[in-house]
């Protein structure tokens, strides 16, 4: 998480923490749910379900649970689907070829 960088458009340093997350149930952890929170990036991460078994069996004292937008979190199949397509490429999969992603891309793109 410490590594992420999100290119700026224009000239200057990129920024360095993006201004919302979506992530996957593996990053569904209390520490990183902080983690986030204290630097101000917003979360779409859906919950487990023992994390929400645990909640609802602690009642009251659980609080809230956290914030989920089912829209947002659904325009993350596109990346999904994309690398998926990426990977369909032989030569993607077995290994790392900055030009052959970037001809992949584009003859997926037409």
Same mark, same amino acid.
Not at 14 to 36: E, F
Not at 76 to 95: P, S, Y
């Given at each position: 998480? +410490? +590594? ?15 201004? /919302?997350?979506? !992530?996957d $149930?593996?990053?569904? *952890? ?5 983690? @986030?929170?204290?630097?101000?990036? &917003? +979360? *779409?991460?859906?919950?487990? !379900? ?7 069996? $602690?009642?009251?004292?659980?609080? /809230? ?9 659904? @325009? ?9 397509r990426? $990977?369909?490429?032989? &030569?993607?999969? *077995?290994?790392?070829? $900055? !030009?052959?992603? *970037?001809?992949? !891309?584009? @003859?997926?793109?037409?």
């Amino acid at each position: 998480m +410490a +590594a992420i960088r999100v290119p700026r458009l224009g000239p200057g340093r990129p920024r360095v923490w993006p201004g /919302h997350l979506v !992530a996957d $149930k593996g990053y569904s *952890t209390r520490a990183i749910r902080a983690w @986030l929170r204290r630097r101000g990036i &917003g +979360a *779409t991460i859906p919950e487990r !379900a023992d994390q929400i078994r645990n909640r609802l069996r $602690k009642g009251r004292r659980a609080g /809230h649970p956290p914030v989920f937008d089912m829209h947002v979190y659904r @325009l993350r199949n596109v990346v999904e689907c994309c690398f998926n397509r990426l $990977k369909q490429w032989r &030569g993607i999969a *077995t290994r790392y070829c $900055k !030009a052959a992603v *970037t001809l992949a !891309a584009l @003859l997926m793109w037409q």
